[in-house]
Nanobody
Framework: QVTLVESGGGLVQPGGSLRLSCAAS????????MGWYRQVPGKQRELVARITRNDNTNYADSVKGRSTISRDNAKNTVYLQMNSLRPEDTAVYYC??????????WGQGTQVTVSS
């Protein structure tokens, strides 16, 4: 059984920081591309950041320079460090593990709220 468990979300003031974590089990973590997506009500889920098995990364323009994705294959965990948070970063953040188009998994999501 594959599980992705996100943690680290919460309420933070504008300009603050958060580190999201996603612990994976049931997959050969090191061969998966891991990603963070976010979704707000009424909008499509969008990519925030992604890291491949070779540690290649890409980021949405909206978070570039403010966020860093990393992975620890020994702990089967992917992280998203988010700095200089803005109210528009408020969303539910989802962890994704992708091996192929037909082999992809999602976590249950963690709420991030940026508000004063």
């Amino acid at each position: 059984q594959v599980t992705l468990v996100e943690s680290g979300g919460g309420l933070v003031q504008p300009g603050g920081s958060l580190r999201l974590s996603c612990a994976a089990s049931g997959i050969t973590f090191s061969i998966y591309t891991m990603g963070w997506y976010r979704q707000v009500p009424g909008k499509q889920r969008e990519l925030v950041a992604r890291i491949t098995r070779n540690d290649n990364t890409n980021y949405a323009d909206s978070v570039k320079g403010r966020s860093t994705i990393s992975r620890d294959n020994a702990k089967n965990t992917v992280y998203l460090q988010m700095n200089s948070l803005r109210p528009e970063d408020t969303a539910v953040y989802y962890c994704n593990a992708r091996f192929s188009a037909s082999t992809t998994y999602w976590g249950q999501g963690t709420q991030v709220t940026v508000s004063s």
